[in-house]
């Protein structure tokens, strides 16, 4: 049972990104879904967070309108726009029961490995 983030890679500033979260072994639609990410030498920062039914999505990052958090089926994703070099972190995703309405979760069952996102010239 496990998440697996995939979608990480360079990219020039400004340009766009789309991260995937999926499940392997459960049904990744039955849990609200949370991305996280850490830069080098950083704690770790909360994104946001989207409800198990999709409607409801919450942001923790200060630049939300540069992040986006859908879900389709059993994926979700994370839509990255306009990315600066200081997005340059490793992404990942986590499942569990509910959104705390702070971007991140009430609980945490399931936590991915992550994935390089480097924006640069």
């Known amino acids: 049972l496990q998440l697996v983030e995939s979608g990480g890679g360079l990219v020039q500033p400004g340009g766009s990104l789309r991260l995937a979260c999926a499940a392997s072994?459960?049904?990744?639609?039955?849990?609200?879904v949370a991305w996280f990410r850490q830069g080098a030498g950083k704690s770790r920062e909360r994104v946001g967070c989207?409800?198990?039914?999709?409607?409801i999505r919450n942001y923790a990052i200060s630049e939300k309108d540069r992040f986006d958090i859908s879900r389709e089926g059993n994926m979700v994703y994370l839509q990255m726009n306009n990315l600066k070099p200081e997005d340059t972190a490793v992404y990942s995703c986590?499942?569990?029961?509910?959104?705390?309405?702070?971007?991140?979760?009430?609980?945490?069952?399931?936590w991915g490995q992550g994935t390089q996102v480097t924006v640069s010239s």
């Open positions: 989207v409800s198990m039914t999709g409607n």
């Open positions: 986590t499942a569990g029961s509910g959104c705390s309405g702070k971007g991140d979760l009430l609980e945490y069952d399931y």
């Open positions: 072994g459960f049904a990744l639609d039955d849990y609200a």
